[in-house]
């Protein structure tokens, strides 16, 4: 018993002890002031993958290093130790400037598409904000600008394929939550926007039968001088959705709001006609 008490207290000291080796080399190193020793270290550290003690080496050294050719790689490895770190705000922020210092360096092309990738990874679920997602776009966009020959233009359209697909599910849930609301001309106007753009969506069936939806509730709830037009308004965006999707899920839905808006026109051009006709004999 005392005997395994012994061999637990003697494994415990030694991982104590490696641990306190390990951080002592670091330390040491770290305030050498050598700065030789601290850019070599900072480079077997990035290769082992210890991104955030490479990323402490690395700045240290990043000063004496101006105007010298290694500040590009430095700088370069500098700006990935905090993508690795998945610190991608920062990462997305290093690699800009790094383009930005070194405009002529063969790394700049890399490093504007990671700054790029980092905004990529920062573009937040479908349902929250989407500021994220449009600067990602943009500077996918910009890089493929800049860059027209580069074999990254593939790999960037497609991210910008993907950022799009989750800015039309924001657009939808947006229409859709107006809808829930009882919002339904800010609906209408969100589902006529989507529409716009983004012609090919996937969803132009659902968001046309929205649209059908929130417009025929839009007019029953709407006052009395009001309704006939938006009952016309109806009957466009039912005839429009008939034609497109004659098999639709939708159909028998799409055509029971077309008959009762076509009645309710009906009625009210009739009520209008008798009300004329009624003053005329006055």
């Known amino acids: 018993m005392i005997k395994t008490l012994v061999n637990w207290l003697v494994f415990g000291l030694l991982i104590i002890l490696s641990a306190t080796s390990c951080k002592t080399e670091y330390e040491k190193i770290r305030t050498s002031g050598d700065a030789t020793s601290i850019y070599k270290k900072a480079y077997d550290y990035y290769e082992q993958g210890r991104y955030i003690k490479a990323q402490g080496l690395f700045e240290l050294v990043i000063p004496t290093y101006r105007g010298k050719k290694e500040l590009e790689d430095i700088y370069f490895k500098y700006a990935d130790t905090y993508f690795q770190d998945k610190q991608y705000l920062l990462s997305a922020y290093y690699f800009k400037n790094f383009s930005t210092t070194f405009p002529n360096s063969p790394m700049r092309e890399e490093a504007e598409f990671m700054s790029a990738f980092s905004s990529y990874n920062l573009s937040p679920n479908p349902k929250l904000d989407q500021t994220s997602t449009q600067k990602a776009i943009d500077d996918f966009q910009l890089f493929i600008n800049t860059f027209p020959e580069s074999k990254r233009v593939a790999d960037a359209n ?64 709407s006052v009395v001088t009001k309704q006939q037009e938006r009952f016309e308004n109806v009957k466009k965006y039912a005839e429009d959705f008939q034609k497109k999707y004659k098999k639709s899920e939708y159909a028998a839905q799409v055509a029971n709001m077309l008959d009762k808006s076509l009645s ?14 009624s003053r005329g004999k006055s």
């Open 264 to 277: 309710k026109i009906k009625s009210l051009e009739d009520e209008r006609y008798q009300n004329k006709s």
């Open 158 to 221: 497609q991210l910008i394929d993907e950022l799009r697909i989750k800015m039309e599910q924001k657009a939808l849930i947006e229409a859709e939550l107006y809808f829930d609301l009882r919002q339904y001309q800010a609906s209408v106007l969100s589902g006529e926007n989507l529409l716009k753009e983004y012609p090919e969506t996937k969803n132009g069936e659902y968001i046309r039968y929205l649209l059908v939806k929130a417009t025929y509730n839009l007019a029953e709830n």
